[in-house]
């Protein structure tokens, strides 16, 4: 059994990427695992993998590099006796380090285990705020990789990706560097799917670090029911920008350099909508799913970002969707809620 870590900070490019490359091995008779850690998730990108045709499973608790070590054991032990693929990919928190997951990992005694290259993607937008606001994070999770990827060259200039490869050729002068778009399947997308067929590096073990500490991130998500089955997709969508536009604000008041996530998704009638944002400079991304009819609406939220509050993310977040919603006269249900380092894995049968 293969493992592929793919890492890189929130809002790298991580669950796209795995989607391809999953998709890619899948089609070449692989049979493929997915497990996905996302800090504070309830189900946003879970969501979309359900939609991408992907069976998931949640766990709840902590960190895979940190309190979720047995949970992590518990998951590879059962994919390797009851699902038995030929690759499991891991995408990590973003505030996780790679290196220290792989050596956990390594630690299991998992029968037949091997690891391809350790992945760590770069947002090549928004690279100078990265390093700006958390220089020691981001210089670790550059160290930790075997293949650095600048992810999102569609939306950065030629500019920001040459400072960023310099940037990353002084980090990490034994890393293999490419420069690709996963959104669009662009550039050295390609030759990163046939790298991730090699073995990766052996080193020896890191010091540990608290990466969550080290990552100045603040986090929270919720969870509502809609309470009506007449919300069209039109006003949904107006609610959902209205909602990110609103929060993007105030944080830029408390932070105007922010970086992280921020992530509104919506269960609306035959529609999926999910609506992210990386950082105080990026334009919102929209995604739009047709679905079969749902039971009951919700609306599920997420902000991670870096040097705010914590009090102030979770104020900001959960007053700004109830206040959004009660302006339209539209009820919400208070369903579930994490925050901090409250995590979710999703275990994944890939048939995409």
Known sequence: MKVIIIGGFLGSGKTTTLLKVGKYLNDKGEKIAIIVNEIGEIGVDGTTLDIEGVET????????????????????????????????IIEPTGVAFPRQIKEEIE??????????????????????????????????????????????????????????????????????????????????????????????????????????????????????????????????????????DSILSQFIQLNPDFIGHIKISMDLPETFLKISLTSSTNKPEIEIFERENVAKPKVRALAAVTNIRQDEVVKILENTIEETFNETGITLQRIQQHTDTKNIINLCDISI
Do not use: W
């Open 57 to 88: 499973r949640e766990i709840t608790n902590g960190c895979i590099c940190c309190t979720l070590k047995i949970d992590m054991e518990q998951a590879l032990d059962s994919l390797a006796e009851e699902y038995r693929p030929d690759t499991v």
């Open 107 to 244: 630690l299991m005694k998992i029968a037949d285990m091997e690891f391809s290259p350790i992945i760590n993607l770069i947002d090549g937008s928004r690279f100078d705020l990265e390093i700006e606001q958390i220089p020691k994070f981001i210089k670790t999770q550059i160290e930790d990789a075997d293949i650095l990827g600048i992810n999102k060259i569609d939306v950065a200039t030629d500019e920001q990706v040459s400072k960023v490869k310099a940037l990353l050729q002084h980090y990490n002068t034994d890393a293999k560097i490419l420069e690709f778009s996963a959104k669009e399947n662009a550039g050295n997308f390609e030759e990163l799917i046939e790298t991730i067929s090699g073995e990766g590096k052996q080193r020896d073990h890191s010091v540990k670090q608290n990466s969550i500490a080290e990552s100045n991130v603040s986090s929270h998500a919720i969870e509502y029911a809609i309470e009506t089955n007449d919300l069209e997709f039109k006003k949904g969508h107006e609610l959902a920008n209205d909602i990110v």
